[in-house]
């Protein structure tokens, strides 16, 4: 692709950077979830956030039985496991930043 001038270049790499910052910003977060699921966020890193293993079983328990009655969505179970699996294998603090981002992502600003 040729430009007849070097500020139609800068304008499409600017144009292009923008593009790709969007896209890639514009998907981070976990978006709305459910009370039930927020609950659960709660209590998964109050656990991660203490590094208790003991409780992983009791949030797992929680998790599943919430899936099952269905008062929570398929993908929010599914981002409630992957933290629950980042805890399982002793990764703290990523399973304590993964549900405080979550919980954050659910704060609505005027």
Do not use: H
Request: aromatic fraction near 10%.
């Amino acid at each position: 692709m040729r430009f007849k001038n070097d500020s139609t270049w800068y304008v499409a790499v600017l144009l292009v950077s923008c593009l790709a910052a969007y896209l890639v910003f514009s998907r981070c977060g976990y978006g709305d979830v459910s009370n039930e699921s927020y609950e659960i966020a709660t209590a998964l890193y109050s656990v991660c956030n203490r590094q208790d293993s003991s409780k992983l079983t009791s949030i797992s328990d929680l998790l599943n039985s919430a899936e099952a009655e269905k008062t929570i969505t398929p993908a929010e179970a599914s981002m409630l496991r992957k933290i629950l699996d980042q805890a399982a294998a002793s990764n703290w603090a990523a399973a304590t930043a993964e549900s405080r981002k979550l919980m954050e992502d659910q704060v609505k600003y005027p």
